[in-house]
Each structure stands twice: as structure tokens, then as C-alpha cells.
């Protein structure tokens, strides 16, 4: 029996790796002889990168570089597993997590620090950049990440313009004669789940990086080749930290279940909590789900226990399987 576990990260509590082997650690005790295939996934915000490296066996590359802010701030990208693709996620160099509550501020915070990630994929011979742009403290249309693969922005003075959101509607010209050549050869796929960048179809991020924009969620499972783990599975798990209403607007459990249905295989979706409208996702694929939490509890207290009430939730739902399979009609 093959069994494929997908499923999202639990926001605070959990990676998608860490999920992947507490629900297959979870169904190993009732099933120990099923083969598990865990397949980490995300939806192009934070824990792609961590998502795609797991499922390619691929690696982690750190460096230094320009925060949203202006200072330094020690960010990483993933290589796959073949060495041909780079996972960038905007909110690891450009991110709001990067910049305290009290310094936030849109119109000054730029995204040099992701174009930076980029260059730094390209001096590694990378020409496959997967992009993921949530979680950003960014309004600047990218004109920061441009900027660090050599464009210049200029004022009606033709004075260069600090790329950050404030500066935009100063921009009079744009230079690209010293734009990386490298970019012309590079296919990059930006990861979203909205389609109108900032600054419209002819923004800054459009123009200069040339790039497919794209859900996340479907990047993410043709990168993982989820469609070739499910044929054949018996079952499909997935999941993130809540399952809701605004699931079916495109998050990562109705993508995996849309390429499981495909095949016919069911789909269990395993969440931290279950919010109003969650029954529209039975609509969407998903056969069943179940929240993890077995008590009410403070916030802190669910988050630190999360791996181990995923474990037990695991478990119990491969017990209900279990004992499904020899009630007779």
C-alpha cells in the first residue's frame, strides 16, 4: 500500500518536514508495512525554500545581504537536488519578520536584498529561479531587487533614486545598460497568490526579471512531481495549520487533493484547527479532515505541542482506516 503524505507547514509549530514525518511516524504504528512517500509542500510564502530542498534532495546556501531596511541580514536560497534550480523566498532577505514592529515602513523598506539572492544564484551558474514572494515588508515593485542586478532608476534631475516604495512615483527614467546579462538566459517563475503586481502588468517586476507569475501552490507540486507520487498511492494525506472557507481559494491542501483526484486516489486533509466553511473543501477534493488539537488550550501551549498532537491524530485516523477495513456490510 503506498500512502503519500503532502502537506503544508503548521505556521509556528511546524515545518512541512516535520509534519511530513510525524503523520507518517503517526500511521507507521498501524501501518508499519505501507510505503510512505513524504512530499513537503508550500504555496510560494515562507517554507518553500525548506519544502523544495527536502522533496529534491537539494541543499541550503547562506549568505549576507541588504535587509528591508538598509541593514545586513543573514538570508539563504535552495538548490534542488539536480543543482539546475534555485528556490528564493523574498521574505528570507526582504520579509517583514526581518524588521521590528516599531521600524516597519513600507515606503522605505526596499527589495535589494532579494535581487542580491538572485545574483548570487546566477554567479552559481543557476538559469532556473523559482521566486517566492510573500511575507514581504516591501512596497517598492521591486525596483530595489532591479537595482541589484544593475538597473538604475533616475529622478527628472537624473539623479539615482534609493530604491525603496517612496521613491516610486519619482521615477522619471530607467537605465538598463548595465542590467545582468545573465537574466536574458534565466527562466525565473514568481511564486504568488494574486495576480496584479503592485505596480500593474508593465511593473518593475514584470518588465525587468521577465519572469511567469504563476500560483505557488503550482509551482511548487510540478517542481515535487506530485502527480507521478500519486499514481498508484492508495490514500493522499495533506494538511496545513487551518483548514477553512479560504482554503478552496487556492491554498496548498486543494492543490495536492486537484492533482490527487486526477488518479481517483482519496484525500485526508489533517489540520491545526478547522474554521467556519470548512465543508466547502469536501467540494474541492478533500474526502475528509480532521483538526489535531485534542483540547482547548492557550496559544503557546497548542503551537509547542503540535508535533506530538499531530502524531497522535495520525495515528488515530490510520486506527479508524484500520478498523474500516474489516467491518462487513
Known amino acids: 500500500m503506498k500512502i503519500v503524505i503532502a502537506p503544508d507547514s503548521f505556521k509556528e509549530s511546524l515545518s512541512a518536514e516535520k509534519c511530513c514525518q510525524a503523520i507518517k511516524a503517526g500511521f507507521s504504528t498501524i501501518f508499519p508495512d505501507a510505503h510512505y512517500i513524504c512530499l513537503p509542500i508550500a504555496d510560494g510564502g515562507e517554507g518553500t525554500v525548506e519544502a523544495m530542498v527536502a522533496a529534491t534532495d537539494g541543499n541550503i546556501v547562506k549568505l549576507e545581504v541588504c535587509g528591508p531596511m538598509g541593514e545586513k541580514v543573514n538570508a539563504f536560497y535552495g538548490i534542488t537536488g539536480d543543482g539546475k534550480t534555485a528556490v528564493i523566498e523574498m521574505a528570507a532577505a526582504s520579509g517583514l519578520m526581518l524588521v521590528a514592529p516599531e521600524k516597519r515602513n513600507p515606503l522605505l523598506a526596499s527589495s535589494f536584498g532579494t535581487g542580491e539572492l538572485i545574483r548570487h544564484a546566477l554567479d552559481n551558474g ?67 497568490d494574486v495576480d496584479n503586481p503592485l505596480v500593474g502588468a508593465r511593473g518593475a517586476a514584470a518588465v525587468f526579471l521577465n519572469a ?43 492543490g495536492v487533493a486537484s492533482v490527487a483526484k486526477q488518479f481517483n486516489v482519496p484525500v485526508i ?40 498532537n499531530l502524531f497522535n491524530s495520525a495515528r488515530n485516523i490510520a486506527c479508524a482506516i484500520k478498523i474500516g477495513q474489516g467491518i462487513k456490510n
Not at 278 to 296: M, N, T
Open 212 to 254: 511567469d507569475i504563476k500560483p505557488g501552490i503550482e509551482i511548487v507540486l510540478n517542481a515535487v512531481n506530485l502527480a507521478q507520487a500519486v499514481q498508484g498511492a492508495a490514500l493522499v494525506i495533506t494538511g496545513e495549520g487551518r483548514i477553512d472557507s479560504q482554503t478552496a481559494g487556492g491554498k496548498a491542501p486543494l
Open 269 to 308: 486533509g489533517i489540520a491545526g484547527v478547522l474554521g467556519d466553511g470548512v465543508e466547502v473543501v469536501h467540494q474541492y477534493g478533500i474526502d475528509a479532515v480532521f483538526s489535531i488539537l485534542p483540547r482547548l488550550a492557550p496559544l503557546a501551549e497548542v503551537l509547542a505541542s503540535g508535533e506530538t
Open 126 to 192: 543557476i538559469r532556473h529561479i523559482i521566486l517566492g514572494i510573500g511575507g514581504s515588508a516591501t512596497v517598492d515593485g521591486g525596483m530595489g531587487m532591479a537595482q541589484a542586478l544593475g538597473v538604475r532608476f533616475l529622478d527628472a534631475d537624473g539623479q539615482p533614486l534609493a530604491a525603496n516604495g517612496g521613491n516610486l512615483a519619482r521615477v522619471a527614467s530607467i537605465e538598463m545598460n548595465e542590467c545582468d546579462p545573465r537574466l536574458a538566459n534565466c527562466h525565473i517563475e514568481v511564486a504568488c
